[in-house]
């Protein structure tokens, strides 16, 4: 026969003859006390080569005292199933884990979990649970078979509520409650992350904001576009020193501190170049000479958002 470890078997003599025939049972040599035709053993398995090893029990046959026979009894002992089931555990929200029963080293594997309906087969499983989840795996070799479980962990990643203007080239990152594992960082776009939730100094343009929790869960990137603050230059200027317009300044030119400002006459000869930085605009001279009431022309670059403006306006002067 064969059993599994742990399992007991009955071993019985078919016929003993002639009548008055005793018989007693040994278990390794050793007697077991049994002198019956039918005893009832539980052999051990021995490790060996493979997943089986054979057990053997004798009978000793004697009549009348003079009469002696032995006959070994084979019992073919499968090992039972032992092992750990391994799998990655906690997660965050969104990733997969994988599960994996191959130490177990069985023949069949049956999973089974409420996250799903029916069964899976296969010695290794890859779930992606939204929430914490517990898992069974049924397997067999030869007679022995065994159920395990393994819980997987589902951490919730932190969540971005929205995107807060805080000043012209400054948002905060506004989260969602109850998500996620404090503390958290924060990170913009290819820049260094860190634990401040207000990104300073932003380029105008197309952004991707995204959070860090202690866990290493990320949140889902969020996208955000930084609206390019519109300059607005002046039609006309009249520097004659009565504090009203007395330079061409250019409405919000100081947003883009990198602009290059470049002033022409009507000849397209060039009287001032400037940052958008300068403390103040153009102040209608040329070489210390002030220059006379006309039309004047500009040419306004701007890098950062890659546009350049042109165009005229007129000095005054009363």
Known sequence: QTICEGESVTLSLKSVSPAGTTVEWFDQGVSMNEFSETIIATPTFTPGSGHQSVYTYRVKANYSNCDEKYYDVEVKVDEPLRGTLQAQSPICEGNSSRLDASNYDATSYIWRSVSYSGEKSGVEQIERPTLTTEYYVEMSRGTCSHTDSITVQVNTKPRISYIDSIDIRAREIV???????????????????????????????????????ALGCHSDALDYFLEAIKIIPPPFFSPNGDGDNDTWDIINIKVYPNAVVTIYDRFGKKLAEYKGSAESGWDGTYLGREMPTTDYWYVIEIKEINKEYTGHFTLLRR
């Not at 960082?185 to 290819?190: A, I, K, P, R």
């Open 175 to 213: 989260m969602l409650p109850d998500y996620g594992t404090h503390p958290f960082t924060y990170g913009v776009d290819n820049e260094p992350i860190d634990n401040n939730a207000i990104k300073e100094n932003l380029v105008f343009g197309k952004h991707s904001f995204y959070v860090i929790d």
